[in-house]
């Protein structure tokens, strides 16, 4: 099993950033990705960014150029950098994590709440 725990999520002005982060614990020894999906009201969860243990990453088209994902490997976390952020990035920002011998789907957070206000 693997724990996530999500933090730095909370109301910012359009325009601004913030940079949530997500640490991960228990059985990590094999994970080989980390990323960042979200969840707007009324809408299906999908994939913001992903960063894998060698540090290649994949941006969904709406936040490239504005979002970067990066990982400590030594701590067990991964960050979100969200610069200009717009009010449809609104959403339920959620970590998520896949290791060697896991669920497919992976391991996800519980969530952490990023509003942002026109």
């Known amino acids: 099993q693997v724990q996530l725990v999500e933090s730095g999520g909370c109301l910012v002005q359009s325009g601004g950033s913030l940079r949530p982060s997500c640490v991960a614990s228990g059985s990590i020894s094999s994970i080989y990705a980390m990323g960042w999906y979200r969840q707007a009201p009324g809408k299906q969860r999908e994939l913001v960014a992903t960063?894998?243990?060698?540090?290649?990453?994949n941006y969904a088209d709406s936040v490239k150029g504005r979002f970067t994902i990066s990982r400590d490997n030594a701590k067990n976390t991964v960050h979100l950098q969200m610069n200009s952020l717009k009010p449809e990035d609104t959403a339920v920002y959620y970590c998520?994590?896949?290791?060697?011998?896991?669920?497919?789907?992976?391991?996800w957070g519980q969530g952490t709440q990023v509003t942002v206000s026109s």
């Open positions: 998520n994590t896949k290791r060697v011998g896991g669920p497919r789907a992976g391991y």
């Open positions: 960063i894998t243990s060698g540090g290649s990453t």
